[in-house]
């Protein structure tokens, strides 16, 4: 399997997160990567951005490997993935960091370092009473109460700085940061009419958010935030509400943006899992991961990220490794002599 650079011909079939204004918004450089078998047969893709900081160039993915024509193996993938780490190399790339939430990997190159990830994803091709009957009985009835209590959903552009606003209080009470509004703004301007903006009121009175990229792959749960008491059930409804609007636009799927495996009892983590889980969605199971290419540049990388938030997500999650059963638990001898 060879890894080369391919043009950019996006299509709304693909997720939008490969789209070349989101990947131009999101990257200093950025580009697909085409997946050969056989140097001639165009096997998958791999859309990536290049983030420099100071004088480290750091890749990092923002879809996972797309496949082109029919089922690609497991083994294919990492083949592809390792002639990735070739490529990277080549062009003077100093390490790949963790890839963004919604990017789950099913397999991941020779000498990463990886941890298990996982996102809820809701099947919007099915008929909305199958939807909804997979719901929990305690979503079910939060929505019901919420609708009955007066709940009121909107959605649209015009309600792009309160979804700002609200997103960021929200992370502010955990004391996490947030993007600066003119990097919001920006985003909104390089998606256009491929992002939704929703928000729940009670009588009035803001209760929560979600902004949500969208194509005809899917629609994913970006950001979002709620108030410190919001009226029971308003995110529920909220995102009842995103899900029929985007099946009824021909989206195929309503991701819910990441969940840790097997998150400690009791946790936070936990708490969300349990909510995104009970929309009825399935669990994709895999991996987030990284990657040295430049070793001692890698090391500066970690130096960093551990001063700042005591490490990234794969340092976070990979002592699960261990235990872990995902989708590569064969691969090794699967891939033996290829």
Same mark, same amino acid.
Do not use: H
């Given at each position: 399997m060879e890894a080369?650079?391919?043009p950019i011909r996006w299509n709304r079939a693909l997720s939008i997160y490969a789209s070349e204004p989101f990947l131009r918004y999101a990257g200093d450089q950025y580009g697909w990567l085409g997946g050969f078998a056989q140097g001639v047969e165009l096997r998958c893709i791999l859309p990536y951005t290049i983030v420099e900081k100071a004088f480290i160039r750091m890749v990092r993915f923002r879809v996972e490997t797309i496949a082109t024509q029919g089922e690609l193996s497991l083994c294919e993938e990492r083949m592809f993935l390792n002639a990735a780490?070739?490529?990277?190399?080549?062009?003077?790339?100093?390490?790949?960091?963790?890839?963004?939430?919604?990017?789950i990997?099913?397999?991941?190159?020779?000498?990463?370092?990886?941890?298990?990830y996982g996102s809820y994803i809701v099947d919007l091709t099915?008929?909305?009473?199958?939807?909804w009957n997979r719901l929990h009985s305690k979503h079910r009835n939060a929505v019901r109460n919420a609708r009955k209590n007066g709940v009121q959903i909107k959605s649209g552009n015009e309600y792009i700085d309160t979804? #700002? %606003?609200?997103?960021?209080?929200?992370?502010?009470r955990s004391q996490m940061p947030f993007l600066s509004a003119d990097s919001f703004k920006r985003l909104f301007d390089a998606l256009s009419e491929n992002i939704g903006v929703f928000i729940a009121e009670h009588r009035g009175v803001l209760q929560?958010?979600?902004?949500?990229p969208y194509s005809d792959d899917s629609a994913y749960y970006l950001y979002g935030g709620s108030a410190a008491k919001p009226v029971p059930g308003a995110m529920n409804l909220l995102h009842w509400e995103a899900m029929r609007h985007f099946s009824e636009v021909g989206t195929k799927r309503y991701d819910f943006v990441g969940t840790r495996i097997a998150p400690e009892k009791g946790s936070k983590q936990e708490g969300l899992k349990m909510f995104k889980e009970r929309f009825g969605g399935a669990l994709f199971r895999g991996?987030?991961?990284?990657?040295?290419?430049?070793?001692?540049? #890698? %090391?500066?990388?970690?130096l960093g990220v551990l001063r700042l938030r005591g490490g990234d997500i794969v340092d976070l999650e990979r002592h699960k490794m261990k235990d872990y059963k995902g989708p590569e638990e064969s691969l090794?001898?699967?891939?033996q002599g290829a």
């Open positions: 080369k650079p391919i780490m070739g490529y990277f190399r080549s062009i003077g790339a100093d390490l790949v960091i963790p890839a963004s939430t919604n990017t990997f099913r397999t991941v190159p020779e000498g990463a370092i990886a941890a298990p099915e008929a909305e009473e199958t939807r979804a #700002y %606003e609200m997103a960021r209080s929200t992370l502010r929560g958010c979600a902004v949500i991996y987030m991961w990284k990657y040295p290419i430049r070793k001692w540049k #890698y %090391e500066l990388y970690q090794v001898e699967a891939c």
